[in-house]
Nanobody, 127 residues
Framework: QVQLVESGGGLVQAGGSLSLSCAAS????????WNWYRQAPGKQRELVAT?????????????NYADSVKGRFAISRDKAKDMVSLQMNSLKDEDKAVYYC???????????????WGQGTQVTVVS
């Protein structure tokens, strides 16, 4: 089985920064992509950032961001540790949400790609 553990949420003033991390444990052998989603109260879960593996050809990872966070957030991953991070700068009130990491990967014993979620971490932005 694969488990994702998130860390790094908290309370920050508008304009400040926070960094979120998510670590995978278990029999992951081929990571396709890491995603960060967020869900604000009363709203649907929103895809914030994606980092897609360059694959076995060792091409560079590719990253994508929601328009609302472009230029402020940065997603990165540590391949050796099966971890992903989200650096959030210039935080705004509208960034307040529960943030979830999501892993799409091949797992020992399972066919194809599987989908895993972190437990969620609260990010609160105050003015």
């Amino acid at each position: 089985q694969v488990q994702l553990v998130e860390s790094g949420g908290g309370l920050v003033q508008a304009g400040g920064s926070l960094s979120l991390s998510c670590a995978a444990s278990g029999s992951v052998f081929a990571i396709k992509a890491w995603n960060w989603y967020r869900q604000a109260p009363g709203k649907q879960r929103e895809l914030v950032a994606t980092i897609t593996s360059g694959g076995i050809t060792n091409h560079a990872d590719s990253v994508n961001y929601a328009d609302s966070v472009k230029g402020r957030f940065a997603i990165s991953r540590d391949k050796a540790k099966d971890m992903v991070s989200l650096q959030m700068n210039s935080l705004k009130d509208e960034d307040k949400a529960v943030y979830y990491c999501n892993l799409v990967a091949g797992v020992v014993g399972l066919v194809g790609l599987s989908d895993y979620w972190g437990q969620g971490t609260q990010v609160t932005v105050v003015s």
